[in-house]
């Protein structure tokens, strides 16, 4: 075994502190990864504070892993050691099911494996995140980053990047579409860079009159102050895809109103609470409401890819791990622009 | 202007009942029908009711009207004086916005001109619908009939044949497909013939046991009662997608999980009050809840062409108009196979 330092959750009241564990050595589809860089997710503070209930502890969150390979298993052919690797979301899933035969991993019918606060494809080893020095995962669940791109801003790429990249790559989201982005923050800031790059105008949709020079700054042609009825009518029926990044609850009626005919309301945040919504909100213009999770290796090696050649990366704040309670009070305050990345020289 | 005999509801509170009243000449673009056939749908009754608000009244109900052309005016090309003709929820619309342009006229972004309980496109003179011996409507908002189907079963696809058709259609809903259809009435036992019409394997998800039997009949290849929790559990991940007929509050999110991965769950009936969501619930499996309003002229008169060559027909129950307020109690219980169809020579 292979003794990892990280910082770890030890139940859902604890802080995320220092904890020594171990990881399982490289078998032969392995690859033994250095964690330089990992990004914090707002789901990480969910699941350490077993918000969604049925968290497991001890946790070392984490799932925007970049790092450098230092030790390949004998069958490794996609690696080689001192190569730039991430790994997000996932580190396996049954391989056999439709979905995961047609690279839609995220969505295995047997229960894929997330990175952390979840099981080995044996469903009784526990799995350890980023929040730490070393990790140990199979190949195919193992990403190329290129060398182009700063390492650190890469890291939110895997989840917050790959989670806005799916949806709009799935409903084919381009040209001469208007994309209303609500919520800026990790997720949404990517939704931002990746609509603009695709080559939709992009409308900043926020309750934060502050954010509107920051929307600009990112690229977004337009903003729209939620909280403010005048603006909010400007784009009645105007949008053809909204992606609602929030996870606080919030009134999706509101924003069906904003789609025209045909109009899609993508949620890749949830609240942990049940929305309500009016049947004839969907009927009266054929708009629907829709949800997208992260997204399989296929798509996500194709986005890091794509990010490398168009120069796309996350806006981050790089702390040290010490910090990372506090970096999620931050966080609860929506006070980052727009992901804390943990330095894991800092360990 | 044309004596028009008809029955109206004079209040939300008021009987449907016999009334007399006035349609314009027919202009140089409008055919006259002799009105020979009117189903009933489900939404006559919240409209005469008042259960949606802003009802018109005195109200004549009626979009489901096939009957026979008996006078043209000048410049009309489509019909001539004898024709069979039918006319389904909207008698017009502004034909310049992008959806009239698109035949999507049921989404007119002026406000399309409902057949009844509605306003022509000068927004202030009252519609009247089918409950009537005589309609006179622009031929741009009529249909042709084929004279190969039994008539009285042919009004009801004005109406809930197009809105089980158009969302088939749109969602290219076919072979290999597995659709669920959710409650068998009126648009229920639509849904079902023409989803076995394109190829898919239907079963019907019904509360009442006593419906497996007439679903079989009507085409369907597998029942699911509902209320049994074996039985829902049997199609559990199942399908791809579902037809919602009910316009009664119902659980979503129970049937988000009978969806596959990427399913749609499609509301052609709605309640009236809101229906609760988990986000979570459509971002596991990038599932989706529509809704889809009637269908455009196009497709309407694609649908009435298809179920010519298809020789598919509506089941009903023909009634003389008298007892149209015995119809609206028997369709508040369910109890009719599958429509009301109002013979208008009882008028």
Known sequence: MIKAKGYAAQSAKSPVSPWTFERREPGPHDVQIEILYCGVCHSDIHQVR?????????????????????????????????????????????????????????????????????????????????YSNVIVTNEDFVLHVSEKLPLENVAPLLCAGITTYSPLRHWKVGKGHKVG?????????????????????????????????????????KFVLTSDKKSIDSVKGYFDFIIDTVSAPHDYNLFLSLLKTNGVHICVGAPPTPTEIMGFNLIMGRKSVAGSLIGGLPETQE????????????????IAIKDIEKAYERMMKGDVRYRFVIDMATL
Request: aromatic share 8%.
């Open 50 to 130: 077993d918000e969604w209930g049925g968290s497991i502890f001890p946790m070392v969150p984490g799932h925007e892993i970049v790092g450098r390979v230092t030790k390949t298993g004998d069958h490794v052919k996609k690696f080689k050691v001192g190569d730039l690797a991430g790994v997000g979301c996932l580190v396996d899933s049954c391989r056999v099911c439709d979905n995961c035969k047609d690279g839609l991993e995220q969505y295995c019918l047997n229960g894929m494996s997330g990175t952390y606060n979840g099981y080995e494809q044996d469903k009784k080893t526990p799995t350890y995140g980023g």
């Open 181 to 221: 982005v609500l919520g800026l923050g990790g997720l949404g800031h990517m939704a931002v860079k990746f609509a603009v790059a695709f080559g939709s105008e992009v409308t900043m949709l926020s309750g934060s009159p502050s954010k509107e020079a920051d929307a600009k700054k990112l690229g977004a042609h």
């Open 303 to 318: 986005m890091l890819d794509f990010c490398a050649e168009h120069n796309i990366v996350s806006d981050i704040e790089l």
